[in-house]
């Protein structure tokens, strides 16, 4: 992907400098200004979620949301270790939040605890593909950029986000269950 964004950005940047020699270093600078402040936004949005999913799991919610995922995550997931539900259920509960940056590390370390399993190739394409296409409850990230951006309706998103998100989780969870078939 690299290689492609390469060849995008030195193709443009020559036909640019052909066309108009003057506009190349201004068009640059911008992009990289737009970047550096769209990254810092995302970093705003990122330390509050995360700092809120840590004030979470040291009040003990995560781990009451673990217990009530329970019966829901290790049928889904085909796994009755604790360690990894729980970090499962701080994951899907981020990604339900809008916080996939803040779920990230739950994920990567349900991961990691699945894979010490046997037979632990359903229980990791499931997360995998919960955690790609969750359902997304409150898409804070996206509401957060349009309300920078100054959108008339920042929260227009939340419906289809919803109804895009579950449809697409629906049809992945089946897809998983049909290609790996089903962890008893």
Do not use: H
Not at 27 to 42: D, F, K, M
Not at 48 to 72: N, S, Y
Not at 93 to 112: E, H, I, K, Q
Request: proline share 3%.
């Amino acid at each position: 992907m690299n290689i492609a964004f390469l060849i995008l950005f030195l193709a443009s940047s020559v036909l640019i400098v052909i066309r108009s020699p003057s506009a190349f270093l201004p068009a640059l600078l911008e992009g990289a200004q737009n970047a550096l402040a769209l990254g810092v936004t995302l970093a705003a949005v990122y330390t509050v979620w995360m700092g809120f999913l840590k004030i979470a799991e040291d009040a003990g919610i995560t781990r009451g949301m673990a217990r009530g995922l329970k019966p829901l995550t290790s049928r889904l997931f085909g796994t009755k270790k604790e360690d990894a539900l729980g970090k499962i259920a701080v994951n899907l509960s981020a990604n339900m939040l809008g916080m996939g940056g803040a779920a990230t590390p739950a994920g990567v370390s349900a991961m990691r605890l699945l894979g010490e399993e046997k037979g632990s190739g359903y229980s990791q394409a499931m997360l995998f593909v919960v955690n790609c296409v969750s359902i997304q409850i409150l898409p804070t990230t996206v509401v957060s950029l349009r309300e920078k951006y100054g959108s008339a309706s920042s929260y227009d998103v939340i419906l289809p986000v919803l109804i895009a998100s579950a449809a697409s989780l629906l049809f992945a969870v089946l897809l998983v269950r049909l290609f790996y078939g089903r962890k008893k």
